[in-house]
């Protein structure tokens, strides 16, 4: 390490000089560190970018979907009694239902339990019992009951034991303890005339333990709808699906209960304005980038220039100095022209559409705007009212070739420009040699890490000078002070 010596000798502000010196040293070292922000502004740019390519992207789903564009309202006119969703395949159009009956589960209660919740039961031994799967066959479930075994530990094996088609609990009334055992599904699945959904025999642990034999009984029960004043049908759950329709039952009804089904042309509509209005939002931001100012005299700001303004002067300050920065590059460039022309583009098929055009959707005269799109209302209403299934083709059609839909054009195109950006920016999770700026950026920090190690060895080279010099000086005060007391001794 160099020892410094401040000027004792010569008078001179040493350290002054020095840093004066190594002020226009580090120049080209503040013209790196401005490089290496540059670069990491652009970087940061494009993944603002490309994060709002992938909230277009995760619309796209919803847009291929048939129900996007005929998806069905119900209304009731007994919706304490029943209700209905409707698939985009069921038919517009009015439903009478008549529920007589719902589904129940099936319901055993025991007789007074000598023992509590708690009490350890001290049998030992596999026993069976027995339910019905959904074919109406008997299916034979094992409990295994220990010795140190509580009433609640095996209530709770009950269920599992049954794979949970049985729910066992406890309950205490007035008149003290009681097991119920009861299904967790609703329905009749024993094939046999008023037979049992849970069985078990007739002298068994369930009997003589849990009393079971000498419980209340609820059996279990389908539903009984009429079906448009002629179809009667029974069903195992409190719901049925017909002709697309699916009905849902909460009571019996009182007559005929009403089920309108009609188009839902404002949803549809919400969900493609939702699409358009994202889209748009995208292409402003890429014509944004291409189409702003670039302020070439505004560099990054230093450190020492950041201590010298106020955080409003820094704000615009770097306003300035990021603006335009994304301006030329071919990846946004080419990838708005990509966009636009996936959705422009005709579709080959036998529908009334075949052009966005076509249902109200154009793109803007305005040629500024970089190709956001326009919307009539009132022409892509009526095409969702009029015709849903051929706006689902337009958009979403699978053929091959000219007839595939705008969507997978548009998702083609889209998985494209994100590609290109993430070759240029990467993503948040990938290291710097993973893309294009972070490896200029990887070699800027390596040249930065370099010159400030030569910044070192130029400051130390300067003090050691300098040091050189005031030992001189000193030398020769110290010779001339010799001199000149030999001088005056004589």
Partial sequence: MVMRVGGIYSGMDIEAMVNKLMEAERMPLIRLKQQQTTLEWKRDAYREINSKLLDLNNMLLDMKLTRTYNPKSTTSSQESAVTASAASTATNGSYEISVSQLATNEMQISGILNFGLKDELGIEGTFDFYTYNESGELETHKLDVSAEDTLETVLRNIGEASNGRVRAFYVEDQDGGKVVLETTRTGVYNPNDSGKEIEYAADSFFTNILKMDQGQYKEATNATFTYNNGLVIETQENSYTLNGITFEFHNTTEGNA??????????????????????????????????????????????????????????????????????????????????????????????????????GITTSKNYLSGGTLEVDEDKLKAALRDNPEDVYELFAGRQEGDGRGLIYRFEEALDSVRGNIERQAGRSTQTLDNYSLGKRMKEINERISDYERKLVRVEQRYWAQFTQMEKAIARLSEQSSYLFSQFGGM
């Fill in 258 to 359: 009403r089920i309108s089904v009609n188009t839902d042309v404002d949803s549809s509509f919400e969900k493609i304005m939702d699409f358009v209005n994202k889209y748009n939002e995208v292409i402003e931001a890429m014509n944004k980038s291409q189409t702003e100012q670039k302020y070439r005299d505004y560099l990054p700001l230093t450190d020492e220039q950041k201590e010298e303004m106020t955080d409003e002067q820094i704000k615009l300050w770097e306003e300035k100095a990021k603006s335009g920065i994304l301006r030329g590059e071919s990846s946004i460039r080419d990838g708005m022209y990509q966009l636009r022309s996936s959705l422009q583009s005709f579709v080959d098929i036998n529908g009334e559409f075949r052009l966005l055009s076509e249902i």
